[in-house]
Protein backbone atom coordinates (compact mmCIF):
# COMPACT_ATOMS: atom_id res chain seq x y z
CA UNK A 1 0.00 0.00 0.00
CA UNK A 2 0.72 3.60 -0.58
CA UNK A 3 3.82 5.17 1.83
CA UNK A 4 3.12 7.82 3.51
CA UNK A 5 5.04 10.32 5.14
CA UNK A 6 5.10 13.29 7.39
CA UNK A 7 8.21 15.26 7.81
CA UNK A 8 9.35 18.48 9.48
CA UNK A 9 11.03 21.22 7.01
CA UNK A 10 14.06 21.80 8.20
CA UNK A 11 13.74 25.69 8.53
CA UNK A 12 11.22 24.78 11.41
CA UNK A 13 13.95 22.58 13.16
CA UNK A 14 16.34 25.00 12.53
CA UNK A 15 14.09 27.42 14.15
CA UNK A 16 13.24 25.88 17.10
CA UNK A 17 16.64 24.42 17.66
CA UNK A 18 18.25 28.15 17.14
CA UNK A 19 15.31 29.54 19.59
CA UNK A 20 16.28 26.80 22.00
CA UNK A 21 20.15 26.82 22.00
CA UNK A 22 21.02 28.03 25.03
CA UNK A 23 18.89 25.51 27.13
CA UNK A 24 19.37 22.03 25.17
CA UNK A 25 21.87 19.79 26.41
CA UNK A 26 20.94 16.82 23.12
CA UNK A 27 19.33 16.73 20.17
CA UNK A 28 18.76 14.63 17.33
CA UNK A 29 16.92 14.86 13.78
CA UNK A 30 17.17 11.78 11.07
CA UNK A 31 15.95 11.54 7.53
CA UNK A 32 15.68 8.07 5.77
CA UNK A 33 18.89 7.66 5.53
CA UNK A 34 21.12 10.49 7.68
CA UNK A 35 20.95 11.01 11.21
CA UNK A 36 22.04 14.95 12.77
CA UNK A 37 23.44 15.25 15.85
CA UNK A 38 23.61 18.71 17.87
CA UNK A 39 26.29 17.14 20.20
CA UNK A 40 28.19 13.56 20.72
CA UNK A 41 26.32 12.07 23.65
CA UNK A 42 26.83 8.23 23.61
CA UNK A 43 22.45 7.96 24.78
CA UNK A 44 21.55 9.12 21.33
CA UNK A 45 24.61 7.46 19.46
CA UNK A 46 23.40 4.03 20.51
CA UNK A 47 19.93 4.69 18.59
CA UNK A 48 21.85 4.85 15.45
CA UNK A 49 24.60 1.80 15.12
CA UNK A 50 24.26 1.71 11.44
CA UNK A 51 24.14 5.13 9.95
CA UNK A 52 26.96 7.34 11.23
CA UNK A 53 25.82 10.34 12.61
CA UNK A 54 26.40 14.32 11.13
CA UNK A 55 27.57 16.12 14.55
CA UNK A 56 26.96 19.91 14.09
CA UNK A 57 25.11 23.25 14.41
CA UNK A 58 22.27 22.84 12.61
CA UNK A 59 21.93 25.73 10.78
CA UNK A 60 25.16 24.19 9.21
CA UNK A 61 24.93 20.47 8.66
CA UNK A 62 20.74 20.03 8.60
CA UNK A 63 20.46 20.09 4.34
CA UNK A 64 17.14 18.25 4.72
CA UNK A 65 13.64 18.01 5.59
CA UNK A 66 13.37 15.36 8.46
CA UNK A 67 11.38 12.50 10.14
CA UNK A 68 12.07 13.03 13.67
CA UNK A 69 13.33 15.66 16.33
CA UNK A 70 14.51 14.99 19.40
CA UNK A 71 15.03 17.36 22.39
CA UNK A 72 16.99 16.99 26.15
CA UNK A 73 17.02 19.98 28.40
CA UNK A 74 17.12 20.32 32.02
CA UNK A 75 13.87 20.24 34.02
CA UNK A 76 13.40 23.89 34.60
CA UNK A 77 13.42 24.67 31.26
CA UNK A 78 10.79 21.86 29.90
CA UNK A 79 8.08 24.52 29.26
CA UNK A 80 10.34 27.01 27.58
CA UNK A 81 11.17 23.99 24.96
CA UNK A 82 7.48 23.04 24.95
CA UNK A 83 6.52 26.66 24.37
CA UNK A 84 9.02 27.05 21.21
CA UNK A 85 8.02 23.31 19.62
CA UNK A 86 4.19 24.53 20.17
CA UNK A 87 4.61 28.27 18.78
CA UNK A 88 5.08 25.90 15.02
CA UNK A 89 0.91 24.42 14.65
CA UNK A 90 0.29 21.57 13.60
CA UNK A 91 3.70 20.46 15.09
CA UNK A 92 3.29 19.28 18.86
CA UNK A 93 6.15 18.64 21.53
CA UNK A 94 5.90 15.49 24.41
CA UNK A 95 8.04 14.38 27.04
CA UNK A 96 9.54 11.33 27.26
CA UNK A 97 7.70 8.73 29.86
CA UNK A 98 10.70 7.92 32.83
CA UNK A 99 13.12 10.05 30.46
CA UNK A 100 14.14 13.42 30.61
CA UNK A 101 14.23 13.56 26.53
CA UNK A 102 11.27 15.04 24.48
CA UNK A 103 10.27 14.90 20.52
CA UNK A 104 8.34 16.85 18.44
CA UNK A 105 4.95 15.05 17.08
CA UNK A 106 2.35 16.41 14.05
CA UNK A 107 -1.37 16.94 15.81
CA UNK A 108 -3.17 14.24 14.34
CA UNK A 109 -0.24 11.46 13.58
CA UNK A 110 0.60 9.09 15.99
CA UNK A 111 0.64 5.06 16.77
CA UNK A 112 -2.95 5.10 16.23
CA UNK A 113 -3.20 7.10 12.80
CA UNK A 114 -0.94 4.73 11.94
CA UNK A 115 -2.66 1.22 13.25
CA UNK A 116 -5.70 2.24 11.85
CA UNK A 117 -4.20 3.26 8.53
CA UNK A 118 -2.65 -0.33 8.07
CA UNK A 119 -5.67 -1.87 9.64
CA UNK A 120 -7.84 -0.44 6.78
CA UNK A 121 -5.59 -1.18 3.90
CA UNK A 122 -5.37 -4.99 5.26
CA UNK A 123 -9.05 -5.27 5.73
CA UNK A 124 -8.25 -6.17 10.00
CA UNK A 125 -10.68 -5.07 12.43
CA UNK A 126 -9.85 -3.49 15.69
CA UNK A 127 -11.16 -6.41 17.60
CA UNK A 128 -8.56 -8.50 15.49
CA UNK A 129 -5.85 -6.58 16.58
CA UNK A 130 -3.24 -6.63 18.91
CA UNK A 131 -0.85 -4.09 19.95
CA UNK A 132 2.12 -4.13 22.31
CA UNK A 133 3.39 -0.82 23.99
CA UNK A 134 5.27 0.79 27.13
CA UNK A 135 5.31 4.35 26.84
CA UNK A 136 2.52 7.59 26.64
CA UNK A 137 2.88 7.20 23.24
CA UNK A 138 2.05 4.55 22.69
CA UNK A 139 -1.93 5.33 24.12
CA UNK A 140 -3.28 5.72 20.47
CA UNK A 141 -1.64 2.89 18.88
CA UNK A 142 -3.14 0.54 22.34
CA UNK A 143 -6.65 2.59 21.36
CA UNK A 144 -7.02 0.84 17.81
CA UNK A 145 -6.20 -2.42 19.58
CA UNK A 146 -8.63 -4.81 20.51
CA UNK A 147 -6.21 -6.65 22.22
CA UNK A 148 -3.83 -4.20 24.02
CA UNK A 149 -1.12 -4.80 25.65
CA UNK A 150 1.28 -2.44 28.27
CA UNK A 151 4.74 -3.62 29.23
CA UNK A 152 5.00 -5.02 32.33
CA UNK A 153 8.54 -2.76 32.12
CA UNK A 154 6.47 0.59 31.79
CA UNK A 155 7.42 3.17 33.91
CA UNK A 156 3.28 4.81 33.10
CA UNK A 157 2.05 5.66 36.53
CA UNK A 158 -1.87 5.34 35.53
CA UNK A 159 -2.57 2.85 33.21
CA UNK A 160 -6.10 2.62 31.94
CA UNK A 161 -7.66 -0.48 33.03
CA UNK A 162 -8.47 -1.29 29.60
CA UNK A 163 -5.00 -2.17 28.70
CA UNK A 164 -3.41 -5.66 29.97
CA UNK A 165 -0.51 -5.47 31.40
CA UNK A 166 2.20 -8.39 30.33
CA UNK A 167 3.06 -11.13 32.64
CA UNK A 168 6.91 -10.17 31.64
CA UNK A 169 8.92 -7.35 30.17
CA UNK A 170 10.64 -6.42 27.06
CA UNK A 171 13.98 -7.97 28.28
CA UNK A 172 12.16 -11.50 28.85
CA UNK A 173 10.01 -12.33 25.87
CA UNK A 174 7.06 -9.85 27.18
CA UNK A 175 5.31 -10.19 23.57
CA UNK A 176 6.03 -13.65 23.08
CA UNK A 177 4.69 -15.08 26.01
CA UNK A 178 1.42 -12.85 25.65
CA UNK A 179 1.01 -14.10 21.71
CA UNK A 180 1.54 -18.04 22.79
CA UNK A 181 -1.20 -17.41 25.42
CA UNK A 182 -3.36 -15.89 22.66
Excluded at 110 to 125: A, M, P, T, W
Excluded at 129 to 156: C, Q, R, V, W
Aim: aromatic share 12%; hydrophobic share 35%; proline share 3%.
Amino acid sequence: FKEIKHIYKKETIIDIVTRAKDILTDLCSESDDRTYLGFNRPYLNSFFPYMRPIYGDFKEILVEDVNTAIFDCNAEDLGKLEEICNSHYPIRWRKWCGSSYSELYIDGVNKGSSLRYVQEQLGISKENTIAFGDSINDFEMLDEAGYPFIMKNTSIKDIPDRYTITNADNDHDGIAIELIRL
